[in-house]
C-alpha cells in the first residue's frame, strides 16, 4: 500500500476507533498531536450519521421518542460504519439491528416499522422506469399466463408484519387515519413520481411474494389458494399492475 493510502487508511481507522491514537499529520499549530480537536471531529462524523438515521426513520423516532431513538441510534453507528459514501445507503441494517435491540422490545412493531421506512427510502431512490402497464398485461395469450414471471419494480417492497405498520405508518403522515389492531401486509411501490404505501389482502401479499422471489403466476396462485380458498388472481393481478409493482414480465424457460 503507498503512503498516502496508509495515511487515508489510518484516518478512517482512527475516525471511527477511540481507542486508536490521533492519525499523523493531525497537528494543532504548536505543531503536537491535537487529540481534542480530532475527537470533536470524530464527534461531529457520528453525529452526523445519527442524523442520516433520524432523516431515514422518521417515524421510528417518534414512536420512542428522540432521546431514546438517538440512544439507540448512536450504538447502531457505533457498530456499523458507511461502505459506500452514498449517504441514501446508509443504515439499511438498521431495521435487523433494531430487532436485536432489547430495549425496543416494549415497542414490539418497531423493527417492521424500519423495514417499512427503508422500504419507502428505497422507493424513493429507485431506479424511474415506467411500471408495466395494464395493457402490457391484457395482451398476453391466456394459455402462456401460468407459465409467465413478473420481474418487480426497482421501487417495489412488501413488508408483512404481525402488527398494522401500515396504518401506524399513515397514521403520522394524516390525522383521522383508523388502525386497528392485526396483521398488516404493507406493499411500497412509485408508479409515477410520489411514493405509495398501500395495506393489502394477506393473500395478495403471499402471490407477491412468491412473484417476487422469481416463481411464477401458476404457482404463486397455487400458493395463495392454498391460504384463500377463492382468492382472486385476476383482481389481485390487476391491483398489483395498477399499483406499479412490475417492471416486466418474462416467460418462463
Known sequence: MSAPLQAQAAFAAALVDPAL???????????????KRFAVYRNNVHVGLVGVLAAKYPV?????????FTAMARLYVAAHKPVSPIMQHYGAGFPAFV????????????????????AWSTAYNAAD????PLAALAAIDQATLPALRLMA??????????????????????EGVLVRPGAEAVLVTRPALEVMVTVIPPADALFLRHLLDG????????AATELVDRFDFGS????????????HSLLKP
Do not use: K
Not at 21 to 35: E, L, N
Not at 129 to 132: G, L
Open 153 to 174: 419494480h426497482p421501487a417495489t417492497g412488501l413488508i408483512r408484519s404481525a402488527f398494522p405498520v401500515g396504518s401506524i405508518w399513515s397514521a403520522h403522515q394524516a
Open 129 to 132: 422506469i415506467t411500471p408495466m
Open 215 to 222: 416463481a411464477d403466476l401458476g404457482t404463486a396462485m397455487a
Open 21 to 35: 491514537p490521533v492519525p499523523p499529520g493531525i497537528v494543532s499549530h504548536r505543531g503536537d498531536s491535537d487529540a
Open 99 to 118: 430487532d436485536g435491540f432489547d430495549p425496543a422490545r416494549a415497542v414490539p412493531y418497531l423493527a417492521d416499522m424500519a423495514r417499512l421506512e427503508a
Open 60 to 68: 421510528c423516532a417518534r414512536l420512542v421518542g428522540n432521546d431514546f
Open 236 to 247: 389481485a393481478l390487476v391491483g398489483l399492475c395498477t399499483l406499479g409493482a412490475f417492471a
